[in-house]
């Protein structure tokens, strides 16, 4: 079962827990090849990548310092265009 995300849910909860600007930890599970994508949301932002033991996926770390709740949000919309892309 696929869970539907709750924007406003996340957004509440980011807003108690965070003070804006701050530092945040976006990871990602992708297909293999398609990592270039993920990267592109955050460009100027350092990503760790790490191959699954087959090699069928790379899980992406990146860390950005993010103005507000809303721009986190706007790059998890974006993500979620990408084909395949699991948001952690």
């Known amino acids: 079962m696929i869970k539907k995300f709750d924007k406003a849910s996340f957004k509440e909860k980011l807003e108690l827990q965070t003070s804006f600007p701050s530092l945040y ?40 310092m993010m103005p507000s709740s809303d721009a986190i949000i706007e790059i998890y919309e974006r993500a979620a265009k990408i084909e395949g892309v699991i948001s952690l």
């Open 25 to 64: 930890m976006f990871k990602f599970i992708v297909p293999n090849g398609r990592e270039g994508e993920v990267a592109a949301l955050l460009p100027n932002n350092e990503m760790k990548l790490k191959v699954s033991t087959k090699g069928t996926y790379v899980s992406a770390t990146i860390r950005a």
